[in-house]
């Protein structure tokens, strides 16, 4: 059990610490030709925020990532593939909205996203939100 993993954590764990940061695994849902797997974008993104916290942990961080989240935004070049789970911007926003606005009023001030997904324009979202909640957001563009 890893406890800056909150998939992997229990209620235990979490209530004995004061977390700090959460990080944001972003990735999608797609084909990535015949060889790679449809969550390619999710899984490497969010195995780079495990290794990254681990580092982190060690280091005496409170960091916690979140699950990561499979849906990016729609490829126009894909959409008829079947089980190409893409979303609009809007419903990206509203999700990004709501699981940031969650988290700081559980008082973490620090959010890392980490964007996996080539597709998904995050920056024009966190200008948005960084109106509604300052200094809250650090952010990194297509992880792989």
Avoid at 11 to 32: C, D, L, R, S
Avoid at 51 to 67: C, N
Avoid at 93 to 115: A, C, E, F, P, S
Wanted: aromatic share 8%; glycine share 6%; hydrophobic share 40%.
């Amino acid at each position: 059990m890893k406890p800056y993993i909150l998939q992997e954590t229990n209620w235990k764990n979490v209530k004995a610490q004061k977390f700090e940061v959460a990080v944001i695994p972003w990735g999608a849902t797609e084909p990535h030709n015949l060889h790679l797997p449809y969550g390619t974008d999710t899984l490497e993104t969010s195995k780079i925020a495990e290794i990254a916290a681990g580092k982190a942990w060690e280091r005496d961080a409170k960091v916690m990532v979140l699950p990561g989240i499979p849906f990016g935004v729609q490829n126009p070049g894909q959409i008829e593939l079947p089980f190409c789970l893409h979303v609009s911007p809007s419903t990206q926003k509203i999700l990004l909205t709501d699981i940031i606005k969650t988290i700081y009023n559980q008082g973490i001030r620090k959010i890392v996203i980490l964007n996996g997904h080539g597709g998904n324009d995050i920056k024009p979202m966190i200008r948005e939100l960084q109106v509604e909640i300052p200094r809250c957001f650090f952010w990194t563009n297509r992880m792989v």
